[in-house]
């Protein structure tokens, strides 16, 4: 059997965390991440034919918006710690910057490193002029995270699906140009 022609997926480095495409062999652990009840901000828990689904879903962003997130790996063992990345499906209010820490590897700076990452890709890459991360207004660790990437309260969303969200706005390129949080990342 030949293997599928995927998206051209780039592969970003930061200083701890390789980001890779999304692939068949994450199935397994997303299916221990969206089948924990770790998942239920970012719509689970999940059985494994919706992991499935979802994991489905991540690969066919890329080819229908050029873009989307990433497998964050531990560079010196491989290990994966999150998904990290750019997100706008179809009911999305705007192009999001989204990250989920697999079971066990929060607090360690891992979203915040490869959220970086993917908001330089967004902005220098892509072109982005602005970015939004939604979070769940008891999610405090990611509201955290999206304030230390420099980003403030923007509003609010309700998504059908998730409920109400916080919008948290980043800053734009030229704020991290002029010595915004990435000048000093």
Known sequence: MTQPTLAAIPVLQTERLTLRGPAAQDHDLLSAFYGSERSHFVGG?????????QLATEIGHWTLRG????MADLTETGETVGMVGLWNPDGWPEAEIGWDLMNGHEGRGYATEAALAARAFAYDVLGWTTAI???????HGSARVAERLGAQRDGAFQHARFGPLHVYRHPGPEALTDGGPEAYA
Request: zero cysteines; proline letters at 10%.
């Open 45 to 53: 828990p999940l059985d494994r034919e919706k992991t499935w689904r």
């Open 67 to 70: 873009y989307g997130r990433w």
């Open 133 to 139: 991360s939604l979070v769940a207004p008891e999610n």
